[in-house]
C-alpha cells in the first residue's frame, strides 16, 4: 500500500512563510515514480479547493488567487512534493492536504496507485 504523510504545518503570522512536505512512500516495495501531485486546502465550513498542482514533465498550476504567494515543487528521489507558501494571509487557514498518483513495486510487480491523499497537515495564520 501507499501512504502521504504531510508535515510543517503550524501557526504563522500574516506575513509569514511556511513549507509543507509530503512523504509518498510503500509500506511494502517501494515508489516507482510519481507522477501528477496536488495540494489542496480545506478551510471551516469550506469545501475542500485546490491549491496547487504539478504534472510530470508539465507546468505547475496554481489557483488563481495564490499566484505569486504558494509555490509546488518536488524531490523525485526523495518522493516528496513541498508546497512553499509566503505572505501568509489569516484566509489561508486551512488544513492542507497533498494528493498523488503514481507507481509502486510490491515485491511482484508495479502497480498504478490513483488519487491517494495525505491525512492532512493544520495551518493557521493568525498574529
Known amino acids: 500500500q501507499v501512504q502521504l504523510v504531510e508535515s510543517g504545518g503550524g501557526l504563522a503570522q500574516p506575513g509569514g512563510s511556511l513549507r509543507l512536505s509530503c512523504v509518498v512512500s510503500a509500506t511494502s516495495g517501494r515508489i516507482t515514480s510519481i507522477d501528477d501531485v496536488g495540494w489542496y486546502r480545506q478551510a471551516p465550513g469550506k469545501e475542500r479547493e485546490l491549491v496547487a498542482s504539478?504534472?510530470?514533465?508539465?507546468?505547475?498550476n496554481y489557483a488563481d488567487s495564490l499566484k505569486g504567494r504558494f509555490t509546488i515543487s518536488r524531490d523525485n528521489p526523495k518522493n516528496t512534493v513541498y508546497l512553499r507558501m509566503s505572505s501568509l494571509e489569516p484566509e489561508d487557514t486551512a488544513v492542507y492536504y497533498c494528493?498523488?498518483?503514481?507507481?509502486?513495486?510490491?515485491?511482484?510487480?508495479?502497480?498504478?496507485?490513483?488519487?491517494?491523499w495525505g491525512q492532512g497537515t493544520q495551518v493557521t495564520v493568525s498574529s
Open positions: 504539478d504534472t510530470m514533465g508539465g507546468s505547475p
Open positions: 494528493r498523488t498518483n503514481g507507481l509502486y513495486f510490491d515485491g511482484y510487480s508495479v502497480r498504478k496507485f490513483v488519487d491517494f
